[in-house]
């Protein structure tokens, strides 16, 4: 086992430093804000921790595809709600009534709610869909959303370019 987590952790280093790291770490967040459940760190931190002097490069990727996926979550909200957008909210559990509740929400307090959701545990996705369902005005979400992004993935980033040699180093040690 243990070898298997060095030979992961070799094998990540190489991919950061091949150059496809940036476009991988782009494409899952695209990916993963639009319509694919699953963490949006997924790569980032994998990819970041093999190679910490690139983590703040590979946030600036993740930031931009999340963005990508975000805009792609709230035009589906907005233009294709009901063949995509009620499937992929009750596919997360939210259904008709629960959508309809949140309709005042979204009313007042919905670039709020778009910022908040970047950098906690609320859904970004289910938000991006509702704003564009609810009709949230383009600018103000997009501002939200770009805001929210890229403080979080850039708090990642640097997070990990600081102690990532560290985290990993103590990793390593374990196995």
């Known amino acids: 086992m243990r070898r298997a987590l060095l030979a992961l952790i070799a094998r990540l280093h190489r991919w950061a430093e091949s150059g496809h790291a940036g476009k991988a770490v782009l494409s899952w967040n695209t990916l993963q ?3 694919v459940p699953g963490p949006s760190e997924a790569l980032l931190l994998p990819l970041g921790l093999a190679d910490p002097p690139k983590a703040p490069r590979l946030a600036a ?4 595809g999340a963005m990508l996926g975000g805009l792609i979550a709230y035009a589906i909200g907005r233009y294709a709600f009901e063949p995509i957008g009620e499937p992929l909210l009750a596919l997360f559990g939210v259904g008709p009534e629960r959508f309809a509740r949140l309709s005042s929400t979204f009313q ?3 670039v709020l709610l778009v910022l908040v959701s970047t950098f906690s545990p609320l859904s970004t996705k289910l938000i991006c869909i509702g704003a564009g369902a609810f009709a949230l005005p383009f ?18 980033g640097v997070l990990v370019r600081v102690a990532g040699d560290r985290l990993l180093a103590r990793l390593e040690r374990r196995l």
């Not at 990727?61 to 931009?64: E, F, L, S």
């Not at 600018?139 to 929210?148: E, I, K, T, W």
């Open 33 to 35: 804000g639009s319509v």
């Open 139 to 156: 600018p103000a979400f997009a501002a939200a959303l770009v805001a929210g992004r890229v403080a979080r993935f850039g708090a990642v």
């Open 108 to 110: 007042t307090r919905g």
């Open 61 to 64: 990727w993740a930031a931009t």
